[in-house]
Every structure is written in C-alpha cells, then in structure tokens.
C-alpha cells in the first residue's frame, strides 16, 4: 500500500509539473483577464472615448503616429524611480475636481495646471514620462470602472516585466492585477489615435454600469 500510495503522489506532481496543466491550475480568470498574467489581454479594437478624440483634435501633434514602436521596455531600479516619483507628485500637485464643475461639460479631457480630473492627471503623468524618454507607445491611456463601478481612467505603463498601473487614487505604482478595477479598453500601442478592447463584451460592460 505505501508503494501504492508513492506512486499516485509522483505521478500527481507529474501531471501538476507539466506547463500546460500548472498554467490551467493557477490561471485566475475575471471580467476576460488572467490576473496570473503580467499583461493584460486585448479583445480586438475598440471606439475611443468621445474626450480623446477631442484632445487630439486640439492637441494634433500629442496624437500623431509614434516614432518608434517599442515592444516593452525593460524596467530597472532608475525607471522605477521615475515611474513612482512622477505617480506621487503629479497625484500631490493636482487638485481633483469633475469636468462639470471645472469645465462646464461632463467629459474634457485636458492637461492640468491645477487641478482636474482623472483624464488629466493621466495626460500629464504620460507627457512627463515621455520627457523622461520613456517610448510613447508604452504609456498607454486606460479606462476601466472602479470599486463602485464608475469610469475611470487610469496610465498602464508597459515593461518587458509587466503592465503597472499609475493612478491619482493611490501614489504606489501597482501591478496591473492588483486592483479591484474591471478593465474596458485601452489606447493602442501602435498608434495612439486607435483603442483596444480590455473586455470580451466591452459594449454590454459600458451599457449595464452606465445604469446604476
């Protein structure tokens, strides 16, 4: 019987250690994302927000093709630096304030002086990183809904290590797995006019939160 019992143990680390099996094991699924990945998953394309298109119609050469189409920056301990330095003082710098009371009109997208909204504080944190020579098309502008299921946008920076998230709600920078958010749809990493799907039924997402 001991030997019996030997053989079913190894041959169940077997079957656990194979790469298809283990990946299945620990794959957490939620909303069409894998939170055992670094990268968050893309659904195909996507309508961008009705503010984006207006900022790059004001803001054409913010929106023009990039220049060079990086794969994924490597991330070491001086861009890291950059990343949570430029989160906490942009956070600490702007006042948040809605598009209605500040602009007059539910959604403008704009870069702050002192104060705005969501939008803006992410418009500044990529324009500052690209300053920095962080490749554009790693910056990528992020919507999702939040704890309570209100939109919100958010800066993924992409690295060959992962997807981490800058946003004016904490001035840690986080793994993009690491918060309660529902993911909607992103800018494109290959040109910054075009957005990409986050969720499998993307309009149905927007539709059933825009009721509450």
């Known amino acids: 019987m001991y030997r019996v019992l030997n053989s079913i143990a190894f041959l169940f680390v077997l079957i656990l250690s194979h ?8 794959s957490v699924w939620v909303d069409g994302q894998n939170l055992a990945s670094p990268h968050m998953r893309v659904y195909g ?16 050469r913010d929106c023009e093709q990039y220049r060079h189409i990086n794969s994924g920056i490597k991330l070491d301990k001086k861009r890291w630096r950059q990343l949570v330095t430029i989160n906490r003082a942009v956070n600490r710098a702007i006042k948040p304030i809605t598009d209605q009371d500040h602009h007059g009109v539910i959604e403008y997208w704009d870069y702050p002086s002192k104060s705005g909204d969501c939008e803006d504080y992410v418009l500044l944190k990529r324009r500052l990183l690209a300053e920095n020579g962080w490749p ?27 997807d981490f998230l800058l946003d004016n709600k904490r001035d840690e920078v ?24 986050l969720y499998p039924r993307e309009n149905e997402t927007i539709r059933s939160s825009s009721q509450r």
Do not use: M
């Open 19 to 26: 790469p298809t099996v283990a990946a299945a094991e620990f």
């Open 136 to 162: 554009e098309n790693s910056l990528l502008i992020t919507v999702v809904r939040d704890e309570e299921g209100a939109g919100h946008a958010i800066l993924t920076v992409r690295t060959k290590q992962g």
């Open 174 to 197: 986080t793994s993009w797995n690491k918060v309660p958010y529902r993911f909607v749809k992103r800018q494109s990493d290959r040109h910054p006019k075009n957005w990409v799907s």
């Open 45 to 60: 394309s996507s309508k961008p927000p009705i503010g984006h298109v207006r900022f790059c119609q004001r803001y054409p």
